[in-house]
C-alpha cells in the first residue's frame, strides 16, 4: 500500500499530536507507514503540517484487467453476467453483533478449515473475480484470518474486508490492511455501534481505503447525512445500503423512493464520500434490478446461485470449477429464473445490478476508487515531523473552509 496527499485538515487521530485548523483537525502521525510533510505556508502559529495518507490498492498484473474487459464485453454479448467480477465469500457465520435486519448470525452452516478457504479462494480467482468481499458473520471471529489474508494478498483481485468489530485497535490491523485494499467498518443503529465513528480517524492511518458500511433502518433515514458528514470528516468513505428483510428476519425496510431520493441528494453533496453507484439507489426500486454479476460464497463453501434470497446452493466451489460450471445449462437456467423473479427485496449487494453489463455502469462504480489506484508511495521528514509536533497552536483559526496541500515533488 502507498500514500500520497489529500486534503488536509480532515483528519485527526486521538493516539497523535493534533492541531486545530476551523473545525477540522491536522494529524501530526508518528507512524511506521509513509507520511510526508509539505512547506506551504500556513496561518501564524504554524511552521509545518503533514498531509494525510491516501492508501492505494494494489496494482494487478495488466492481464488480469485485460480478462476483466474480456468478461464484461463478453456479459454484454450475451446480455446476461455470465461472469461474475465481485464475489462476496462469507468465510464465518459466527459474530459478535445479533443484528435484528441479519440472518446470518443464528444459521448452523458448517465452516471449511483454512485448506478448504484457500481453495475457494483460488477458484474464485481463476473464475476471473475482480473485487472478493471477505465477509460473515464478522471474519476476525477466525482465528487463522491472518493466515487467510496472507494467502489473499498474491491473489490478483482486490480485497474489501467488512468487519464491525468493536475492538478493531487491539488486532493486529496494520499488518492485515497489507492485505485488504478497502477496509469495510459496519457501522450503524442495527449494529448499536455509533461510537465507533471515534475510531475513523485512527482506521484511516492502517493503510487501507476506509469505508463505513451503513445499513439504514426505515425509522433511521432521517439520521442518515449525520454518519454520511462523519465519515467525510474522518477522510473515510461510506456505503449506503437500505436494511433488506430477509428470510426470517423483521421488516426494517426503508420506503425505497425516499431511500433512493436521500441518497442521491447526499451523493451529489458529498461526491468523494459515498461510493454506491448511482444505479444500485435506482436499481432497487425497480423489478428486476439484480443481475448475477455479483455473486455470495456460504461458508461451507456453497455458492448462493442466481442469489442468496432465493437461498439456492446447486455447487460447492470446494469441489466444482467455477468457470466452467457459470458456463452449464444449469446455471444459464438459474440466470433465467433470476431474469423472472418477482421479489423485490431490495438485496444490498450494492454491485447485484447490471454493473458487469453495461460499460457506463462499469465506470460509475469504480470512479470512486481511480484516485487511490494512482496513488503514489511517500517518505516523510523526521526532523520536519518533531517540528510540526511542537509548533504552538493559534488561539484564531483561519476562515478558509479547508487547506489544500500538494505533495512536493
Not at 436499481?283 to 455479483?294: L, R
Not at 431474469?339 to 438485496?347: D, F, L, T, Y
Request: with cysteine; charged share 25%.
Amino acid at each position: 500500500m502507498g500514500f500520497s496527499s489529500v486534503e488536509a485538515g480532515i483528519l485527526a487521530c486521538p493516539r497523535h499530536s493534533c492541531l486545530p485548523y476551523q473545525g477540522h483537525v491536522i494529524s501530526v502521525l508518528t507512524l511506521q507507514t509513509d507520511v510526508a510533510t509539505t512547506g506551504a505556508e500556513l496561518p501564524a502559529g504554524y511552521r509545518t503540517v503533514i498531509t494525510m495518507p491516501v492508501a492505494s490498492m494494489k496494482p494487478l498484473p495488466l492481464a488480469r484487467y485485460a480478462q476483466t474487459l474480456r468478461a464484461v464485453a463478453e456479459n454484454m454479448a450475451a446480455r446476461e453476467a455470465i461472469n461474475p467480477l465481485y464475489a462476496s465469500y462469507k468465510v464465518t457465520n459466527k459474530c459478535n453483533f445479533r443484528c435484528k435486519f441479519c440472518n446470518v448470525w443464528y444459521e448452523k452452516t458448517p465452516v471449511l478449515d483454512t485448506s478448504d478457504v484457500i481453495r475457494v479462494l483460488d477458484n474464485l480467482e481463476r473464475a476471473g473475480i475482480f473485487v472478493l468481499s471477505l465477509e460473515g458473520g464478522d471474519p476476525l471471529c477466525r482465528e487463522d484470518i491472518g493466515e487467510i489474508l496472507q494467502h489473499i494478498r498474491k491473489k490478483r483481485y482486490y480485497l474489501l474486508f467488512t468487519t464491525s468489530e468493536r475492538n478493531l485497535p487491539e488486532y493486529p490491523m496494520e499488518e492485515y490492511c497489507k492485505s485488504i485494499d478497502f477496509l469495510h467498518i459496519s457501522i450503524d443503529e442495527g449494529h448499536d455501534n455509533l461510537e465507533m465513528f471515534d475510531l475513523l480517524p485512527e482506521a484511516v492511518t492502517w493503510g487501507s481505503i476506509v469505508c463505513v458500511q451503513i445499513v439504514v433502518m426505515k425509522q433511521h433515514l432521517p439520521a442518515l447525512e449525520e454518519k454520511v458528514a462523519r465519515c467525510r470528516e474522518a477522510g473515510a468513505k461510506c456505503v449506503i445500503m437500505p436494511a433488506v428483510q430477509l428470510n426470517r428476519t423483521k421488516d426494517f425496510y426503508p420506503d425505497v423512493r425516499e431511500f433512493e431520493r436521500e441518497c442521491l441528494r447526499l451523493k451529489r453533496k458529498y461526491p468523494l464520500t459515498i461510493i454506491s453507484p448511482d444505479n444500485y439507489f435506482r436499481a432497487i426500486k425497480q423489478e428486476h434490478g439484480c443481475s448475477t454479476g455479483s455473486i455470495i460464497v456460504d461458508c461451507d463453501g456453497g455458492l448462493f446461485y442466481p442469489c442468496r434470497t432465493l437461498e439456492k446452493k446447486p455447487v460447492n466451489l470446494r469441489e466444482r470449477d467455477l468457470r466452467e460450471w457459470l458456463r452449464s445449462d444449469e446455471a444459464h437456467r438459474l440466470r433465467a429464473e433470476m431474469s423472472a423473479c418477482e421479489r423485490n427485496c431490495g438485496w444490498y449487494q450494492y454491485y447485484a445490478i447490471n454493473a458487469f453489463t453495461s460499460p457506463i455502469h462499469v465506470v460509475n462504480a469504480v470512479a470512486p476508487y481511480l484516485r487511490h489506484f494512482f496513488a503514489r508511495s511517500k517518505s516523510y521528514d523526521r526532523a520536519a515531523l518533531a517540528q510540526a509536533m511542537t509548533s504552538p497552536r493559534p488561539t484564531k483559526p483561519p476562515q478558509d473552509d479547508l487547506i489544500n496541500l500538494e505533495m512536493p515533488e
